[in-house]
């Protein structure tokens, strides 16, 4: 093989890599749900019933008796090979151990007892929950109930038994049936916590927070519109279309936090996803119409995917794949990835301990 050349599948062990550890004095527990709305048509199959699947993150007890939850499951793996393989990534099939990696939640550890604030969880668009994993645990291991949502067939579900509902193709007109669609399923689910007896009353449900990634930020703002119960919310750099919402044009009367990271534009210049620039022009009319609290911060040297599990991944990738250091710049920047989770980590402990 040549020297710097990337490796292919058959070249060489499948690569691995590993999530960073909470920082939290909690031990984590998790628990993966099932969840069927009767009362939903499916907005994509409006033959079917709305399903979804959850995983409910949280303190536990003992929970070095059990293990460890997979990042990923198996059924997803087809889907993070094509994404992985596209320009500019250009990751070979079958070179990554996508699903080998283990999460820091314990499978079905016991709870710890104690009321606790509950803090829900959106991907992107066409994402899965597993891509928040490393800010999820962090948050529930330091004593925070934290719960991710699949938007089914937006994006690939592995339901139990191993049945596989595969993500669908949804055209630009149809993005604002997909934020329907999503902040239906977020009040569905906080609908379903409080009937959770496993979770012995921890679960404080007038404390709930949620928060984002892309699409999933707009979500949490949106949800926050329609839902009273939700206290606080982070957008984590995503677009508040205001042609398929109304929290740009509303604003909100709770806390609400923007982070943003930054833009290659073609030209070669970089430019703040931010209020205060005219890259994003929803984040400047939120901004003006935020009646309650709010907080806006750039992460210099991030891009889109920082704010997501992609961050400590891609880099781990690099050097075992022969690819150059900035390979994976146009995902997840040139911001040093362990300093990237740390400050966001952080970041969004303390707004939900102030707001919560």
Do not use: C
């Amino acid at each position: 093989m040549l020297v710097g050349a990337p490796v292919t599948a058959s070249a060489a062990a499948k690569v691995t890599f590993t999530l960073p550890s909470p920082t939290g004095h909690h031990q984590v527990g998790t628990r993966a749900l099932h969840l069927v709305d009767a009362n939903r048509p499916d907005p994509w199959k409006p033959d079917r019933t709305r399903e979804l699947m959850i995983n409910v993150w949280y303190p536990a007890d003992d929970a070095w008796r059990y293990p460890k939850a997979p990042w990923l499951p198996n059924g997803l793996v087809g889907d993070i090979e094509e994404f992985a393989a596209a320009p500019p990534a250009n990751v070979p099939q079958g070179s990554v151990d996508w699903a080998g990696t283990r999460s820091a939640g314990h499978v079905d550890a016991p709870v710890k007892r104690g009321k606790r604030p509950v803090v829900l969880y959106s991907p992107g668009f066409g994402g899965p929950r597993a891509i928040g994993t490393t800010a999820v645990q962090d948050l529930a291991s330091h004593g925070y109930i934290v719960v991710t949502i699949d938007h089914t067939f937006e994006t690939t579900v592995e339901f139990p038994g191993g049945r596989v509902e595969k993500n669908i193709t949804i055209p630009w007109e149809k993005m604002g049936t997909a934020l329907d669609a999503r902040v239906a399923d977020t009040r569905f689910v906080l609908d379903e916590l409080g009937k959770q007896r496993w979770l012995d009353g921890s679960a404080d449900l007038r404390r709930v927070g949620m928060f984002g990634h892309s699409y999933g930020g707009f979500t949490a703002g949106e949800a926050m519109l329609r839902d009273r119960r939700i206290d606080a919310g982070i957008n984590m750099d995503g677009a508040m279309f205001p042609e398929f919402g109304e929290v740009a044009k509303q604003g909100l009367d709770r806390p609400f936090f923007l982070m943003g990271g930054q833009f290659d534009m073609p030209d070669g210049s970089v430019v703040d996803h931010s209020p205060d620039t005219a890259f994003d022009a929803s984040w400047g009319q939120f901004w003006g119409n935020q009646k309650g609290p709010k907080r806006s911060v750039v992460y210099t040297g991030a891009r889109h995917h920082s704010f997501s599990d992609l961050q400590p991944i891609l880099p781990q990738l690099v050097k075992p794949l022969g690819f150059p250091a900035d390979h994976f710049k146009p995902f997840v920047g040139t911001i040093d990835p362990a300093r990237s989770v740390r400050a966001q980590n952080s970041d969004i402990r303390r707004f939900f301990e102030r707001y919560l």
